[in-house]
């Protein structure tokens, strides 16, 4: 397979001695915003993570762009593919304006100053991100929501044009939620980074991607565009919850209530 | 980007203050030198300075810079404020190669050997024992403490069993001392921190980064298992040396990483402050070595922590006031 | 590892494993005990411990041996062992740091100044006269350290306070030691660390304070849990983490104390057993607790037995022993087994 895009290719993923991916595939398709849903530990962030090249495979192969992540140098996969991860304590006295520039790592090197072109992408990152405002202030004293936000600055500091995303809006309110949702649209559409996130809300889910991939059980049960596969059968068939599907009032896409 | 010249300011005053100490160290002793005679190559004064005092108070200040720098490495790269190559056995190493040439040998000719000998199989089985599948952290840190106990029981018991001549030159080697410390002594610390030093300068644009977690550093695409090994291999060559010249020198490794972050207010490792710091400190325990109490001359072992420990608590205390504030 | 521990501290059905480590090591503890009494440099029979036990003869050279010498020795070692490892487990849940020694907070640098001063001083060198000394000087380290930690430095700060405190103190030993002859050969012996020369007047004196530490944990045990999730969920879940941090530390203070009183510094068991423990117990601080006072006992028997008889007339004191037995089991534990992080 030489052609672009990230490819797991049969793998086969434990942790702490258990299997959670026993045999996957999974090919993640550039330019999309991809979005996996599905229960509580059915393997969407060990998926996640071993794309990222965080997880060893016991079987099987990752290939992005016809290349084995495993076999590719650490600083070059980290210039193409960022993931921000679940959650992370930030150290003692780190600014935010400090964690963002973070992200400047793979662009970086012991003897290269930093540049001008450093600095603009780590504003940019912070103003997208609404945490232009906050830069100088430790992240250790904000609040939930706006260290995630933190966070997310690092990631889109570090300019990938993949972006992997493990539940970005779990500790915002409703509007950061939506906000976040869109920044991450509007970087897909303006600028064509493959974005694939992982999200508990399957209503935001069906709002925002372009594909969707069910999981459970460590294995994929579905994928498509939201209005084909977000149907009460599938809902069903994924969580167990009895639902309704609607069309969604403002944006056409479907709408899940549950019964 | 104001932490990177407060940290620079700070360098430089604490730079300016082990130059002051130095100047005072070379002044201080029981033979009055004339200045500027002493400056000149001949004459009684000029073999105190040159032959005595200068040496001595280099090797002090080489061996303080190692042991500093070696513990904020430590410190920094196992996240941990508690490391240091005291506690994780590779001092420890060092003194029972050490303690063991004594015993074996009856004497004190091929200590440093043995020291050297000693940290070098340490470090070799601590980090090949701690090796699986990546360097973690703790592992390493927990192995290199098992490794650190048991030797220093090992050296309280030769202690114990070991002649009354011996258990003397022993006790005065652990104690640390810079007495008799020439030139060779000096020249071969300043060769190991020339060598060492770019290796950590090189390294330090990855160890300033571990502290957010080793799965991040590795996302941003360091590579995090051969930095940690090259830096750890670094900080147990560096406390190696000055262990060899000069003996385990108490608390320096464990105190100069944290009296460097606390001075510059930085939350990365300030490695250059950490060796001045070290060095500083040394400096003026070897001073007071010297200098005695009431006729009874100490090892400057005994003053490391006896200086260096009143310090850190108040530096300790000041930040937290500062933090309440 | 978070199979179990759920929210209220109660431990699930995944916990099979840790039962039968207890089981195990609660045998194995019977075992060391009775190995304790039994081996040494007299030989005595089983007999003979029966007969101690039960119908005492005082005229019978074994069962004196037994009552007198290896009875308060196997009972101290029982104490400190169980305490130390107590205190070990407790200080780094407390902490949250896996090198946090209960040493750190001052104890054993405190013991050493308590002993070496008065002999320094007053020239006193009767050993039964440490035990007070020692425990005065533990008590008062580790009170001046608390008080650091207090001031609002933070756990960090306090440790790195503790530390700074201990090495001050054993510096200022140290420079006793040089100019004293007397104190170094004081010194040298007890440093080692040792189940030797305990007596049950020693032991009976020191129990309040073994009683009390172990109170303490069991009353702090529960909130230990919810304070390893965290500050903030930790105080979400009704605990007071200053109420819980205090009675830790006056636990860990009481149960070091009187084991350096009673046995002199003996490193390795509070920093090191509480690691063996959890790799038996996971994140559940109870079982750790309880499994490291066992594991700590039995280690110390085991090394004092062992240092009595590996070398026909010759005692190895129990520090080296123990360095020498827990050693390669710790390094092979840990470089095998998953590393669990606090």
Known sequence: ?259 | MSSVTRKTAVSMGAALALAAVAIVTLRTGSWPLAWPDALSLTGMDATILWELRMPRALAAILAGACLGVSGAVFQTMLRNPLASPDLIGFTAGASAGAVATIAVTGGTAYVTAGAVGGGFVTSVLVFALAWRNGLDPLRLVLIGLVFGITLMALTNFLLGVSGPVQAGDVIRWLAGSFNARGWSAALTLAVVLALIAPVLWYLAFTLDRLDTGDDLARLLGLRVDAARLFLGLSAVVLASAAVSICGPLPFVAFMAGPIARMLARSPTSCLLLAGLAGATITLLADLAARIGFQGFHLPAGIYTALIGGPYLLGLVLLQTKRNRL | MSETLTVSGRVSPAARPVNRAFAISLTLLLAAVFLSLLLGPRPVGLADIWHAVTGFDPDNAEQIVIRDIRWPKTLGGLLVGAALGTAGAVIQAVTRNPLADPGLLGVNAGATAGVVLPIFLLGLVDPSAYIWPALGGAMAASLLVWGLGAAGTGVVGMLVAGAAVTAFLFSLVGALLLLSRSALDVYRHWVLGALEGISLEAIQALLPFFLVGFACTALAARFLNALALGNDLARTLGTHIWLTRGLSLLAITCLCAASVALAGPIGFIGLLVPHAARRFSGADMRATIALSAIFGASLLLVADTAGRIILPGIRIDAGLTIALIGGPLMVVLISRGRVLSL
Request: proline share 7%; with cysteine.
């Open chain 1, 1 to 259: 397979m030489t052609t672009a895009g990230l490819f797991a290719d049969n793998i086969h993923v434990r942790l702490a001695g258990k299997t959670i991916l026993p045999e996957l595939s999974f090919g993640l398709t550039m330019g999309e915003v991809t979005v996996i849903v599905g229960p509580n530990a059915c393997g969407k962030s060990t998926l996640l993570r071993s794309l990222a090249r965080l997880l060893p495979l016991s079987a099987g192969q990752i290939v992005l762009d016809g290349h084995d992540i495993h076999r590719q140098p650490t600083k070059q996969l980290a210039r193409r593919l960022g993931l921000l991860p679940q959650s992370s304590e930030a150290p003692a006295g780190l600014t935010v304006h400090g964690l963002a520039a973070r992200g400047r790592t793979p662009h970086q090197a012991p003897f290269r100053p930093w540049t001008r072109a450093d600095e603009e992408a780590v504003e940019k990152a912070l103003n997208a991100t609404g945490m232009d405002h906050l830069a100088e202030r430790p992240v250790e004293a904000l609040s939930g929501g706006q260290r995630q936000r933190a966070w997310l600055a690092l990631a889109l500091a570090q300019d990938t044009d993949l972006l992997l995303l493990d539940e970005p809006t779990t500790y915002l309110d409703l509007p950061h939620q939506i906000e976040i949702l869109d920044l991450v649209r509007r970087l897909n559409r303006d600028s064509g980074r493959t974005i694939a996130m992982v999200l508990h809300d399957i209503n935001l889910a069906a709002r925002v991607a372009d594909r969707i991939v069910g999981m459970k059980d460590g294995r994929i049960a579905f994928e498509g565009k939201p209005a084909d596969v977000v149907t009460a059968d599938r809902m069903a068939e994924l969580f167990g919850l009895n639902c309704v599907v609607i069309p969604d009032p403002l944006s056409g896409g479907p709408l899940v209530v549950p019964a």
